[in-house]
């Protein structure tokens, strides 16, 4: 089955300065990577996502970036700000179903 | 975006209860899922929700123990039956914007579910 893993658990990072969370994905069937947000005692919030017939997609002060190649895709923050401090969450679709990372819990500091 | 409603928000229940969670979306979908979400975890997956035909389970996740409901192209119901403590969680629904499986999932807002 799919295996969705992400690198870091936990990421520190100073106000301003970037933050970059990585994902492998194992089935190279999968053609869709959401990356959502949560903060704390809320649900998952969508903030980017990206089909595999793109390499990159921007939003403002986010971005991801897809490698099919080497099967993972990562999340790009730009001037980080104290209110990106949350829980960020890569998945990859598998025929219908989203399987879920296990999260990285992202700390801005001012 | 789909607009997603869960209730209960939020239920402290007694072990050897059942409760049912109601999941109503804005728009007419052909999939809603089911995901638990353990204290500091991930989302996994319960059973993806069809309507008119029965919910498929994912590995670990048995119909006796999270029957689902599917009446309509916008309402979705999953029982915890039979709880237990390790039952404590949240859980949450979510379904595709779009027509198709592959658009944008949204999620509800959960329910936090506590048993004693």
């Known amino acids: 089955g799919e295996s969705v893993g992400l690198h870091l658990p936990t990421l520190s990072v100073q106000e301003g300065d970037s933050a970059v969370i990585k994902c492998t994905y194992s089935?190279?069937?999968?053609?869709?990577f959401p990356w959502y947000k949560q903060e704390l005692g809320k649900r998952p919030q969508l903030i980017i996502d990206?089909?595999?017939?793109?390499g990159e997609k921007k939003d403002q002060r986010i971005a991801v970036t897809l490698n099919k190649t080497a099967k993972h895709f990562s999340l790009h923050i730009t001037e980080t700000q104290p209110e990106d401090s949350a829980v960020y969450f890569c998945?990859?679709?598998?025929?219908?179903?989203?399987?879920f990372g296990k999260g990285t819990s992202l700390l801005v500091t001012p | 975006s789909a607009v997603i409603s869960q209730k209960p928000s939020r239920d402290i229940c007694q072990r050897g209860t059942s409760l049912t969670i109601q999941c109503q979306v804005d728009?007419?979908?052909?999939?809603m899922f089911w995901y638990r979400q353990q204290p500091g975890q991930s989302l996994t997956l319960i059973a993806t929700?069809?309507?008119?035909?029965?919910?498929?389970?994912e590995s670990g996740f048995v119909i006796d123990k999270f029957p689902i409901s599917r009446p309509n192209l916008t309402f979705s119901t999953l029982t915890v039956s039979n709880m237990s403590p390790e039952d404590s969680s949240i859980y949450l629904c979510?379904?595709?914007?779009?027509?198709?499986?592959?658009?944008?999932?949204?999620f509800g807002p959960g329910t936090r579910l506590t048993v004693l």
């Open positions: 979510s379904a595709p914007q779009g027509w198709l499986s592959g658009d944008t999932q949204y």
């Open positions: 089935d190279s069937a999968s053609n869709y």
């Open positions: 990206i089909r595999s017939n793109v």
């Open positions: 998945a990859a679709l598998t025929e219908y179903a989203l399987n």
């Open positions: 728009s007419q979908v052909t999939m």
């Open positions: 929700a069809n309507q008119g035909s029965e919910a498929t389970y």
